[in-house]
């Protein structure tokens, strides 16, 4: 699987957010409504990413205790 370009999220977001496609009279974009779309990408994207640490961490007993002694907090 490739991970998508900045691009392909792009086009994502105009591709789901209603008011990406203008009208020939209008000149600006809903800026905000654009934003509000890729920043709920962007949360599921990150939601995506914290699953997968989970899956890999679940299913890794030894990367437990490596990102307990590699952590900024991690006691001597």
Same mark, same amino acid.
């Given at each position: 699987?490739?991970?998508p370009?900045l691009? #392909?999220?792009?086009?994502?977001?105009?591709r789901?957010?209603d008011?990406?496609?203008?009208p020939?009279? +209008?000149? +600006?974009? #809903?800026?905000?409504a654009?934003?509000?779309v890729?920043a709920?990408?962007a949360? +599921?994207?990150?939601?995506?990413? #914290? #699953?997968?640490?989970?899956?890999?961490?679940?299913?890794?007993?030894?990367?437990?205790?490596?990102?307990?002694?590699?952590?900024?907090?991690?006691?001597?």
């Amino acid at each position: 699987m490739a991970l998508p370009d900045l691009d #392909d999220l792009i086009a994502e977001v105009d591709r789901r957010c209603d008011t990406a496609h203008l009208p020939a009279r +209008q000149e +600006q974009f #809903d800026w905000l409504a654009l934003l509000t779309v890729a920043a709920e990408l962007a949360g +599921q994207l990150h939601a995506l990413a #914290d #699953d997968l640490v989970e899956a890999y961490v679940e299913h890794l007993p030894d990367a437990r205790l490596l990102v307990r002694s590699t952590g900024p907090s991690a006691p001597d």
